[in-house]
């Protein structure tokens, strides 16, 4: 067994490419590039430069109208009717196949309802039922809190039968052994964008007959992912991000359809019976994904889900990888080039192949960095202790603003200023 | 220990009372309604007269404009500081504090979260994990189907060590015994409308150690409830029905605020931690309801609800019940005046002290009534096998409405005319 883990890539490293060198070329690829025409889709403030849809995404024309389609034309006025006429019954499904597109998932694997901390835990308790005599769930250190919160509820509540390990990334592989049932890990990193080799990782899961779940949450939407291809068992992830979904828009799940007969669900709300308008006592639970639903779910944030996903319609996932291996790669070109600025270093991979679509660089007064960038109109985040958060949506983010971005960058810290700037507003939540 | 169990009235039978002898005096009292300001405030087709606000309440201008303001103004424009500049963060203890004033609760003790299913899991899992020796968890048959579900998937997943007993009413004060750590009913039942006296069943599982549950789905913004009076140590409830916050609007959830220490979340997500913003590995539980929060939550279903509550400013919920009651009252009395057309049978109680804010008939062709109903303008809903539901909200509902639904189900009734009715579309969600 490897006591040395390296990171397998996640793709083969891009031929080699040619970055724009001046703000006039990244003009010119701007008005070459093949997804510019989506940026129209997006409400954006044109004095903004938004480098933090990895966080919340912006709004779209699309999830703006359909919201207030679903409160005027179907809550308004068809009132109770519309769960039927305007097909809210189905919503869950209707997005889930949508979503599922984007990670190599079929149509009938994804389901959308809750949030990811709950999805999250409905899988990692349905697989801990389902444990035999084994006791162990892995995770990395560092991996998104709520997943590793979920997983200590979890496993408090099965009353130590079922233990949380938790190891630093080089000691993973490691730590999936005979006794472990699950391993839960996020795709791409939340703070430093690296990837994991979804395929390597679980083949490592299922060599100790381990179940998979891959947290997707700062992958969809922005890089392909091949759930299928990976041979995972299980997947959650998030709609606000890369998705564009709204403020904690619903989360999606996906369990490997050949599982879906075995795994029951432990969260038995009624919308996950087999006919819930049976109300009869006994739970029966649905077949396929529909029994991972459990209450009634929030259907304005589904409207608002559905609109923003049609900035994803015949959206080449390969476009959008490509295009965001070059923001990046440009950004931390240009905030490099010559060195890069004295106290700001790197803490991203700075092999594109081996992150997704943000990049991060570390800085010992990053908090009053990034207020100073805010109040210039450049928008990312700060996540502590010190690092700065650029998130690169390849449907919006255009090749002028990552110079632009990158220039201020190196401005604010070059110069000092930020030491008097009067940014005062915190960018929140991941 | 009694055996026979009557259930108690749950107020004082009210004054006598005269109701309105003719649609005439009808409108005389709506213009005499002190409540009947209140229904301007709805987006109501004038055509329509809707008594399905205990499934889903109907669109208030208030909700549509906080929806979309959300959506341009703070989400469009501020983005990710939104979180802090528009107080998003807060908005679940916000929101759950205006809703305490309407069941007796105190403003800290209430939090709007998820949905009704996932926060009865919430709280039953932590009575679960908190029930010492004791193994028995007590619920009604034909309780609402997802908290029976929601029970039956934790004792399951307790491997046995705690298990659910389900009795019909009359046998629960018996069932309710030492063996017991939780009792979990609904106020006011979904189908009959029969309402509990939440003070002498709390009193009666606080007799035996056991911890009171109440899910007060189908009560809130309808009747006073007074969680603080009774003593309960738990409730959940809906707010998409009476409250009008929008198709699956988030529910609230309610601790007593001296166990606000010791209920321990098992749903471990990190919105419920003590500084989500530190981003560390260890779970370490908020203060107070904020621990009960977990995932990230679905902020234009928040506004939806945020807007709708406005509605119920200065509401006094006993001016609220009175009417209700003559709503009620009325309706039953047209529909019985000189004998009840054949076959249709009051199947709610007929004592108005002992039920909530709806009516149900059963007949044998309830289903093509209700069609029949719909398709003259009058929406109520079924439930199965036999059962016509109508709904009186005393925030928009008038005298004239229950005078005309009235005369319009006797007349279907009477004329057998829904033999042949087009109905189509079916009313679905409780």
């Given at each position: 067994?490897?006591?040395?883990?390296?990171?397998?890539?996640?793709?083969?490293?891009?031929?080699?490419?040619?970055?724009?060198?001046?703000?006039?070329?990244?003009?010119?690829?701007?008005?070459?590039d093949?997804?510019?025409?989506?940026?129209?889709?997006?409400?954006?403030?044109?004095?903004?430069?938004?480098?933090?849809?990895?966080?919340?995404?912006?709004?779209?024309?699309t999830?703006?109208?359909?919201?207030?389609?679903?409160?005027?034309?179907?809550?308004?006025?068809?009132?109770?009717?519309?769960?039927?006429?305007?097909?809210w019954?189905?919503?869950?499904?209707?997005l889930?196949?949508?979503?599922?597109?984007?990670?190599?998932?079929?149509?009938?694997?994804?389901?959308?309802?809750?949030?990811?901390?709950?999805?999250?835990?409905?899988?990692?308790a349905?697989?801990?039922?389902?444990?035999?005599?084994?006791?162990?769930?892995?995770?990395?250190?560092?991996?998104?809190?709520?997943?590793?919160?979920?997983?200590?509820?979890?496993?408090?509540?099965?009353?130590?039968?079922?233990?949380?390990?938790?190891?630093?990334?080089?000691?993973?592989?490691?730590?999936?052994?005979?006794?472990?049932?699950?391993?839960?890990?996020?795709?791409?990193?939340?703070?430093?964008?690296?990837?994991?080799?979804?395929?390597?990782?679980?083949?490592?899961?299922?060599?100790?007959?381990?179940?998979?779940?891959?947290?997707?949450?700062?992958?969809?939407?922005?890089?392909?992912?091949?759930?299928?291809?990976?041979?995972?068992?299980?997947?959650?992830?998030?709609?606000?991000k890369?998705?564009?979904?709204?403020?904690?828009?619903?989360?999606?799940?996906?369990?490997?359809?050949?599982l879906?007969?075995?795994?029951?669900?432990?969260?038995?709300?009624?919308?996950?019976?087999?006919?819930?308008?049976?109300?009869?006592?006994d739970?029966?639970?649905?077949?396929?994904?529909?029994?991972?639903?459990?209450?009634?779910?929030?259907?304005?944030?589904?409207?608002?889900?559905?609109?923003?996903?049609?900035?994803?319609?015949?959206?080449?996932?390969?476009?959008?990888?490509?295009?965001?291996?070059?923001l990046?790669?440009?950004?931390?070109?240009?905030?490099?080039?010559?060195?890069?600025?004295?106290?700001?270093?790197?803490?991203?991979?700075?092999e594109?192949?081996?992150?997704?679509?943000?990049?991060?660089?570390?800085?010992?007064?990053?908090?009053?960095?990034?207020?100073?960038?805010?109040?210039?109109?450049?928008?990312?985040?700060?996540?502590?202790?010190?690092?700065?958060?650029?998130?690169?949506?390849?449907?919006?983010?255009?090749y002028?603003?990552?110079?632009?971005?990158?220039?201020?960058?190196?401005?604010?810290?070059?110069?000092?200023?930020?030491?008097?700037?009067?940014?005062?507003?915190?960018?929140?939540?991941?």
């Amino acid at each position: 067994m490897a006591v040395k883990h390296e990171i397998p890539t996640y793709e083969p490293a891009p031929a080699e490419r040619r970055l724009p060198a001046s703000r006039a070329e990244c003009e010119t690829r701007d008005a070459q590039d093949a997804l510019a025409g989506r940026r129209a889709k997006f409400a954006l403030d044109p004095a903004v430069i938004y480098l933090d849809g990895n966080s919340l995404g912006p709004l779209t024309h699309t999830a703006a109208r359909r919201v207030e389609g679903m409160l005027h034309g179907e809550w308004g006025r068809d009132l109770i009717k519309s769960w039927n006429v305007h097909g809210w019954i189905d919503l869950p499904k209707r997005l889930g196949a949508k979503i599922a597109r984007l990670i190599g998932a079929k149509p009938e694997e994804v389901l959308v309802a809750d949030s990811t901390s709950i999805n999250l835990f409905k899988l990692a308790a349905a697989a801990t039922r389902g444990r035999g005599t084994r006791r162990r769930i892995v995770s990395e250190t560092g991996n998104f809190p709520t997943d590793l919160y979920v997983l200590q509820g979890l496993t408090q509540l099965s009353g130590g039968a079922a233990e949380l390990v938790v190891v630093p990334r080089e000691r993973l592989l490691e730590a999936i052994n005979e006794d472990t049932f699950l391993v839960v890990l996020t795709h791409v990193h939340y703070k430093s964008g690296e990837c994991f080799d979804m395929k390597a990782v679980t083949a490592r899961a299922h060599a100790v007959g381990a179940r998979m779940l891959w947290d997707l949450s700062h992958s969809v939407g922005a890089l392909p992912v091949d759930l299928g291809a990976s041979g995972a068992d299980f997947a959650v992830g998030c709609t606000y991000k890369y998705l564009n979904g709204g403020p904690g828009s619903p989360a999606f799940l996906y369990v490997r359809s050949d599982l879906h007969a075995s795994v029951e669900p432990v969260l038995t709300g009624w919308m996950g019976h087999d006919a819930p308008f049976e109300f009869s006592d006994d739970y029966r639970p649905a077949t396929g994904m529909t029994r991972h639903r459990c209450g009634t779910p929030s259907l304005l944030a589904f409207a608002s889900l559905e609109g923003a996903l049609e900035a994803f319609d015949d959206l080449d996932l390969d476009d959008a990888r490509r295009k965001s291996i070059e923001l990046t790669e440009l950004f931390v070109a240009i905030v490099e080039a010559g060195g890069a600025p004295a106290g700001l270093r790197l803490a991203s991979p700075r092999e594109s192949a081996r992150r997704g679509s943000h990049v991060v660089f570390a800085h010992a007064d990053g908090y009053a960095i990034m207020q100073a960038l805010i109040a210039r109109g450049v928008i990312g985040d700060f996540r502590a202790p010190n690092l700065l958060r650029f998130g690169f949506a390849p449907l919006y983010v255009r090749y002028v603003d990552v110079w632009d971005a990158a220039e201020a960058l190196r401005t604010v810290v070059e110069s000092g200023s930020y030491r008097t700037s009067p940014g005062s507003v915190r960018a929140a939540v991941t």
